[in-house]
C-alpha cells in the first residue's frame, strides 16, 4: 500500500510538472525532474509519518522500480535506433562525433583532476566528471531537427549519425565507469586488459545471439499461439543480455540498450517491430520514466548552488566549450559553414536522460561518500552535474532553434 502511493504521488506530480514544461515547449524530462525537486523540498509532501524520504531512498522495493525504469529506457533507446546508419554515417560525422566525445571527456577530467579535493577516489571522481561531459543526449536536438523540417538537412544527417557512433561509445565508457567504481582504483594495465577482455566477450556474444539465435526464436514464436509473444521475446532478450553484462562487470544497462540495438525490424517484420517500439514507449514514457527522474530530483540538492556556486558555473561553461569545440570545430574543419559548425555544436550538447542514468549510477556506488570526511566539492558533485545536464537540456534546444531559424540550411 505504501509503495503504491509513493507511486501515485510521484506519477501525479511528474505528470503535471511535465504538461507545464511542454506547454512552454520544454522538454518533458525538465518537468519531470522538477517535480521530484519540488517533492523533495518540501513543497509537494507525502501524506503519513511513514512515507518520509529517507524511507523511500531506502526501500529496496522502490529502487527495484527505478532499476525497471533505466531497464526500459534502455531498451527503448535501442529499440529506436536503426544500426544501419552506422553503415550509412557519413565522413564528416565520424569526426564529429569522435571528437565531439573525447574533446569534453579530456577536458571533464582535467577540471576533476585540477578542481576536486586530493583522495584515493580522485581518478575516479574525475573520470566521473569526464563522462558526464561526454555524453550527448540527441534526441532533444533531433526532435528540435524535426519540428523545423531539418532533419533530412546536412546538419541533421550529421548530428543524427554523430549520435549513433557516440551512443556506442558511450556504452565503453560506461562500461570502464562501472568498474572503476566498483573497485575506486586507478585504470592500471591488468584492469584495463579485464574490461577490455569483458567488453569483448559482451559484445562478441549479444551479437552472435542478436543475428543467428533471435531470428530462429522469432520466427517460431506463432507456433507458441500466445499474445503479446514478440513483447516478451524482447524482455527475456534484453534480461539475458543485462544479466550478462552483470556477470561481467558492466552495469546491467549496457544490457538493455544492445538488446534493443540488436532486436530490428529484420527480426520480428517492420510493422511488429513498430508496434513493439510503441508498447515499449508507453509503458517508459507514461510510467517508469517520470518515477525514474522524479527520484532524481528527489536527490537534486539546491544547496549546491549555494555552496559551491563557482564550480556549478564552471562545470556547466567546460560542458559547454567541450562541445562547441569537440563537435562544433571539428564539423567548420569538415567543411560546413560557421553558423552549421555552431548549430552542430549545439545540438551535440544537450546531455538528457543518459546523463543523469550515469549520475545514479555514481551515486547509488558511493562515489560521493569520499573521503571522509567529505568536502563541499564532492558532497554536492552529483547535484552540480544534475544540474548542467538540466541547463545544457534547456540550452540546447533554444539555441537550436534560433540558429536554424535564421539560417538557410
Request: overall charge neutral.
Amino acid at each position: 500500500m505504501h509503495l503504491l502511493y509513493i507511486l501515485l504521488v510521484l506519477l501525479l506530480v511528474t505528470r503535471i510538472c511535465s504538461a507545464v514544461a511542454v506547454r512552454f515547449k520544454q522538454p518533458a524530462l525538465v518537468g519531470e525532474l522538477l517535480g521530484g525537486v519540488l517533492i523533495g523540498m518540501g513543497v509537494v509532501g507525502f501524506a503519513g509519518p511513514e512515507l518520509d524520504l529517507e524511507s523511500l531512498n531506502a526501500d529496496a522495493t522502490f529502487q527495484g522500480v527505478l532499476d525497471l525504469g533505466v531497464f526500459f529506457l534502455m531498451l527503448m533507446a535501442g529499440v529506436e535506433m536503426h544500426p544501419g546508419d552506422l553503415a550509412r554515417v557519413s565522413k564528416k560525422a565520424i569526426p564529429v562525433a569522435l571528437f565531439g566525445m573525447f574533446v569534453p571527456l579530456g577536458m571533464g577530467f582535467g577540471l576533476g583532476w585540477w578542481w576536486l579535493p586530493d583522495s584515493d577516489w580522485k581518478f575516479v571522481q574525475s573520470m566521473f566528471l569526464g563522462v558526464a561531459l561526454a555524453i550527448t543526449a540527441v534526441p532533444v536536438a533531433v526532435k528540435v531537427l524535426k519540428d523545423l523540417g531539418k532533419l533530412q538537412s546536412p546538419v541533421g544527417q550529421v548530428v543524427v549519425a554523430a549520435a549513433v557512433i557516440d551512443d556506442v561509445l558511450s556504452l565503453l565508457l560506461l562500461a570502464v565507469l562501472t568498474s572503476l567504481i566498483a573497485t575506486g582504483e586507478s585504470l592500471g594495465l591488468a584492469q584495463i586488459g579485464r574490461i577490455a577482455v569483458n567488453v569483448g566477450v559482451f559484445f562478441t556474444l549479444a551479437w552472435l545471439t542478436g543475428r543467428y539465435l533471435l531470428p530462429i526464436a522469432a520466427r517460431n514464436l506463432g507456433r507458441l499461439r500466445l499474445e503479446h509473444a514478440d513483447f516478451t521475446l524482447l524482455l527475456v532478450f534484453g534480461l539475458g543480455l543485462a544479466v550478462l553484462a552483470e556477470l561481467l562487470d558492466m552495469h546491467f544497462l549496457i544490457g538493455a540498450f544492445a538488446a534493443g540495438l540488436l532486436f530490428t525490424r529484420n527480426t520480428v517484420g517492420k510493422a511488429t517491430h513498430e508496434d513493439l517500439q510503441k508498447q515499449v514507449e508507453t509503458l517508459t514514457l507514461g510510467f517508469l520514466a517520470p518515477v525514474f527522474f522524479a527520484s532524481i530530483g528527489i536527490h537534486l540538492d539546491l544547496a549546491s548552488l549555494r555552496e559551491i556556486p563557482v564550480f556549478v558555473v564552471v562545470l556547466i561553461a567546460v560542458a559547454t566549450l567541450g562541445k562547441l569545440l569537440g563537435a562544433g570545430l571539428t564539423a567548420r574543419l569538415a567543411g560546413f559553414k560557421g553558423g552549421e559548425a555552431l548549430a552542430v555544436g549545439s545540438a551535440m550538447n544537450a546531455r538528457g536522460a543518459v546523463e543523469i542514468i550515469v549520475a545514479d549510477i555514481a551515486l547509488r556506488g558511493g562515489l560521493f561518500d569520499h573521503p571522509v570526511p567529505t568536502p563541499p566539492e564532492i558532497k554536492y558533485l552529483f547535484s552540480a552535474v544534475v544540474i548542467m545536464a538540466i541547463v545544457t537540456t534547456l540550452a540546447s534546444p533554444v539555441t537550436l532553434r534560433a540558429l536554424l531559424r535564421r539560417s538557410a540550411f
